[in-house]
C-alpha cells in the first residue's frame, strides 16, 4: 500500500520510468536497426522528462526573472536538459548515417538478417 | 485530484500510449509520425512543468529535425519492418 | 515539387520564420530561447526551402562549404570569448559584465553571453542544414 | 529466447524502478533535496551577477559554460562523423576501387 | 600552471574544430598539428604532475564561479595519472598512424579522422579531470561519437557495422548514466562530485533504495562502456574491425578510462557508504573473475589475431575490476597498475599486430609461421607484449599481478590468487603459441608481400613501447610510488 500511494504521489516519475522501460524494451528486442534508434530517442526523452520533473514545483513560475512572480521552479535540470537534447539529437544523426551505409553494403537494415549474411561470407 | 493534475496524468497517458505504438508499429514511416506526436506532446508536458526553453528546443529538435532525419533514412532505405 | 502555391506560401513564410528565429536567438538571454532553439528554427526554414524548391536551389543560397566553414567557426568564437577571460587574469570562460557595456537585464545586458548565443545559434542552424542536405543526397543504391 | 530474456530484465528493472519511484522525495514539493542554496543563487543572483533576465540562458551560457563548450562538441563530432562516414563510404569510389582490384 | 588542465583539454577541442577547415584541400599538414599539439601538451600534463607532486590537489573553477554553482576541475593524482597515461599512448599512437593510417584509410579521409581522434582525445582528458557529474556525462557523449567515428572511417562492410553496434550499445549505457546522474541530483541536489559525497549520508539515510539503484545504474551504465563481462559484446566486433591506430587507442586507453571514471565516481561518491552496499561490490567481483575466464577461453579459440587481442581486453578488464572491487589498498594499486601497463601493452600488440597487416595483408594467426625471421623487430616486440600478459617476471605485467595477489590475500579472499594464477596459464595458452610458430616453426607461411619494408615511423615507435615495458617490468618504483598516492587519495575521501 505505501509503494502505491508513493507511486500515485510521483505519477510523473513514474510515467517516465514506463517510457524508459518501453524504450529500453524496443531497443533490446526488435532487430530493425531504425526501430532501435527510435526506441534510443524514446527512452533518451524518458529520461529528460524525469530530469525535468525533478525541477517542477507546484505553484511557481518558470525561471524567467524580471515579470511579478517571485518564487521560480529550478532551473538547473532545465538547463542540463537543453544539453542532453543536443546530445541526442547528434547520436541520431550519426546513427541514422550508419544505418544508410548498412544499408547500402547489406541491402537490409534488420540486425539478424545482417548476422546472417556475415556467417555465410565467412 | 483538481483539473490541472487530470490534464497532466492525460498527457502521460498519451506519451505512454505514444510509446508504445512507435514500438509496435509495423509500418516506419507511421512510427516515425507518432513519434513527432511524441515529441510534440512532450513539448507540452515540459511546457506545463514550466520549463518553456526545453518545450521550445524540443519542439523544433525533436519533433522537427530528428523526424526530418528519420524520415530522409526511411525514403533511403526500407519502410516495413520485418 | 514544383507546385506555384506551395512555393509561393513558402516564400512569404519564410522571412516570418526566420525573423522568429533570429528573434528567439537574439531574445534568448530575456525570453525563454536561446541559441539551440533560435538556431535550429533557422536551420529548419532553409530545410523548408529546400525541400519546396530543390536541394540544389538552397545550396546556391547558403553553399556548403559557408556551412561547413561556419560550423568551424562558431565554436572557435565560443572557445575565443572563454580565452579573453584568461587574458583578463581569471579563469577560462569568465564573463566579464562590462563586455558589451549593457545595462543588466537589457539585450545587450549579458556581458560575452549575446555573441555566444548567436555564435552557437549559428553554428546549430548551419549543422542541422549540413546533416539533412548530407543525408537527401545518399543515393538509394 | 532473446525476447524472453529481454522481458524478463525489463520486469526486473521495472520493479526495482517502481519501488525506487515509490521512495523517492515527492514530486513538485517545495522542500526537495533538490532545492538548495544552488537554485537560490540561481535563481537571486542572476540579474546582478550576470545580466540576464532567463535563468536558463545565464545557466548554460555562464555559470556552466563549459558543458555548452561540451555541447557544442558534440555537435560539431555528431556532424564531423556524419560527414567522414558519408564520404568514406561513397557508393561510386566504393565500386570504382572494387572493379580495380578485380 | 592552474590554467594548464583546461588548456589541454581545450587546445585539442580547438585543432579538431579548425581542422576541416584548415586542410580542406590538403589533408597532409593534418598529422603534423597533431603530432605537435600532442608533444606539447605530453609535456605539460606531465609538468602539471610534478606541480601537483609538489604542491598537492588543486581545483580550477572554470568562470570563475565557486563549485556548487560552476564547473570544477579537479586535477589529482588519478586523473593527472591517468591522462599522463592517455597522452603518452596516444602520442605513440599518432606517430605510428603517420603511415599505417595510409593503408587502412582513405588519404582525403585523414583530416576527419584526426578531428575525431582529437575530440576523442579531448573527452578523455576531460573525464579525467572533471570533477561535474553532468560534465563528465558530456564528455563520455563526445568520447562515443569520436570512438564510433574512428571506427567507421575504414572502408569496409564490417567497420560500419561494428561502429553502428557499438553505438546504439553505449547509448544503452549513457541513457543508464544519465538515469542515475538524475536519481543522485534528486537525492542530493548537486552535480559536483565532493558536494554530492558531502549530502550522501543524509541521502543514504533517507532515500537508501534510491542511493542503491543509482550505484547499479552506474555500474551497469559504465560496465557496458568499459565492457565489463557479460556487456561486452560489442567490444570484439568493434576493436578487431577497426583500423590499427584505432584499435590500440580504443583498446588501449578507452575502455580504461571508462574503468577510471567508474572508480572515482564510486569511491568520491559512495566513499565509505561502500561497505555497506556489499552486493554491488560482491557482484563486480563475480563479474570481474567471469570476465577474466571467459575473455581467455573466448580468446583461445579466435583464429583471426586482431579479434584474439579484442577478446584478451575483455579478460584484462576484469582484473582491472577485480582490483577495483576487492577493496584493499594494494588490490586498488594492482588496478590501476594494470590501467597503465595494460594500455602499453595492448595499444604495442595491436600495432604489432597492424604491422603484420601492414606488411604480409594476412591477419589469421595460422599463417603466422615462420614471421619471426621475416619481420624480427615486429615479432620481437609481439613476443614481448605477450610475455607482459602472461606475467612473467621482468616483465610489466607481473608488477600488477603480484599487487592484486597480495591485494587479494589483504582481503582474506585467497581463492582470487588461485583466479589470477589459472589465468595467467590461460593467457600462456593463447599468446605463446603465436610466438613459438613465429620464432622456431621451420616452415614458412605465405610468402606475400604489400611492402618490402616496415617505416622507420612504425619500427620506431614499437620499440620504444616495448623498451618501456621491459623497464618498468625491471624498474617499477616510480611508477608504483605515483600509483600508490593516487590510490591514497582516492581511498583516504
Known sequence: ???????????????????????????????????????????????FLFVVSIGYVRGRAAPVVGGEAQQFVNPLPSALILTGLVVGVSLTAFALALIIKVYQYYGTVDADEIMQIRSEER | ??????????????????????????????????????????????????????????????????????MVTISKTRRREQ | ????????????????????????????????????????????????????????????????????ALESLGALVFIFIGLLG???????????????????????????????????????????????????????? | ????????????????????????????????????????????????????????????????????????AVLFAGIAAVLAVLETHNLDTYRKDRGKNG | ??????????????????????????????????????????????????????????????????????????????????????????????????????GEVDPRMHHWYYTLFLLLLASMTGICFSGDFFNIFVFVEIATIGACGIIALKRHPDCVEASLKYLILSTLGSGLILLSLAILYMVTGHLNLRYIAQHMPTAWAAYPLNVNISLALLVVGFGVKAALFPLHIWLPDAHSSAPAPSSAILSGVLVKIYAVALIRLIHTVYGHKLHQMIPVTQVLLLLATLAIFAGSLFAIGQRDIKRMLAYSTVAQMGYIFLGVALLTENAVVGGVTHIFNHALMKSMLFMAAGAVVYQKGFRRISDFHGLGREMPITMA???????????????NGFISKVYLAIGALDAGRPVYVAVILISSLLNAAYYLPIVTRAFFNQETGPATFRVDRLPLSMKATLVILGGLCIYFGLVPGSLLRLVQKAVQSLLAT
Open chain 5, 1 to 102: 600552471m592552474t590554467h594548464v588542465p583546461v588548456f589541454v583539454i581545450i587546445s585539442c577541442l580547438g585543432l579538431a574544430f579548425a581542422l576541416p577547415v584548415l586542410c580542406r584541400f590538403r589533408p597532409r599538414p593534418a598529422g603534423w598539428l597533431v603530432r605537435a599539439l600532442l608533444m606539447l601538451n605530453t609535456a605539460l600534463v606531465a609538468r602539471v604532475l610534478l606541480f601537483v607532486n609538489h604542491q598537492g590537489t588543486f581545483y580550477y573553477h572554470l568562470g570563475s564561479w565557486p563549485p556548487p554553482w560552476g564547473i570544477e576541475l579537479s586535477i589529482d593524482y588519478l586523473g593527472l595519472f591517468t591522462a599522463l597515461v592517455v597522452h603518452g599512448v596516444s602520442l605513440a599512437v599518432v606517430f605510428y598512424a603517420q603511415t599505417d593510417l595510409a
Open chain 1, 1 to 47: 500500500m505505501r509503494i502505491v500511494n508513493g507511486i500515485a504521489q510521483n505519477y510523473f516519475y513514474f510515467a517516465s520510468m514506463v517510457i524508459f522501460l518501453i524504450g529500453f524494451h524496443t531497443m533490446l528486442t526488435h532487430s530493425n536497426l531504425i526501430k532501435k534508434i527510435l526506441g534510443m530517442n524514446i527512452m533518451e526523452t524518458a529520461v
Open chain 5, 381 to 395: 616486440v609481439f613476443g614481448i607484449g605477450a610475455l607482459s600478459m602472461v606475467g612473467i617476471p621482468g616483465f
Open chain 3, 86 to 141: 584568461v587574458l583578463g587574469g581569471a579563469a577560462f570562460l569568465t564573463n566579464n559584465t562590462s563586455f558589451l557595456s549593457g545595462q543588466a537585464g537589457t539585450l545587450l545586458g549579458g556581458g560575452f553571453i549575446l555573441p555566444v548565443t548567436v555564435a552557437v545559434g549559428l553554428k546549430v542552424a548551419s549543422t542541422v542544414v549540413t546533416l539533412f542536405f548530407h543525408l537527401l543526397e545518399e543515393e538509394k543504391r
Open chain 4, 1 to 72: 529466447m532473446r525476447r524472453m530474456l529481454a522481458t524478463a530484465i525489463i520486469i526486473l528493472l521495472g520493479v526495482l524502478l517502481a519501488a525506487a519511484v515509490s521512495e523517492m522525495p515527492p514530486f513538485a514539493a517545495p522542500s526537495n533535496p533538490a532545492d538548495n542554496q544552488v537554485n537560490e543563487r540561481y535563481l537571486g543572483q542572476v540579474v546582478q551577477e550576470v545580466g540576464v533576465l532567463n535563468v536558463i540562458s545565464g545557466i548554460i551560457t555562464d555559470y556552466r559554460a563549459f558543458d555548452t563548450l561540451g555541447e557544442a
Open chain 3, 1 to 68: 515539387m514544383d507546385d506555384v502555391v506551395l512555393q509561393t506560401v513558402t516564400l512569404m513564410l519564410l522571412p516570418f520564420i526566420q525573423t522568429y528565429g533570429i528573434y528567439i536567438m537574439v531574445n534568448g538571454h530575456l525570453t525563454p530561447g536561446g541559441g539551440f532553439a533560435g538556431g535550429a528554427v533557422l536551420g529548419i526554414s532553409l530545410i523548408l526551402y529546400a525541400l519546396t524548391f530543390h536541394v540544389d536551389e538552397a545550396a546556391k543560397v547558403y553553399p556548403r562549404r559557408k556551412a561547413e
Open chain 2, 1 to 70: 485530484m483538481d483539473m490541472i493534475e487530470l490534464f497532466h496524468v492525460m498527457l502521460l497517458s498519451f506519451l505512454i500510449v505514444c510509446a508504445l505504438a512507435v514500438a509496435h508499429l509495423r509500418d516506419l514511416l507511421s512510427a516515425v509520425i507518432v513519434f513527432a506526436a511524441y515529441s510534440l506532446i512532450m513539448a507540452i508536458v515540459w511546457q506545463q512543468l514550466n520549463a518553456p526553453d526545453i518545450a521550445m528546443t524540443e519542439a523544433a529538435m525533436g519533433a522537427g529535425i530528428t523526424t526530418l532525419l528519420f
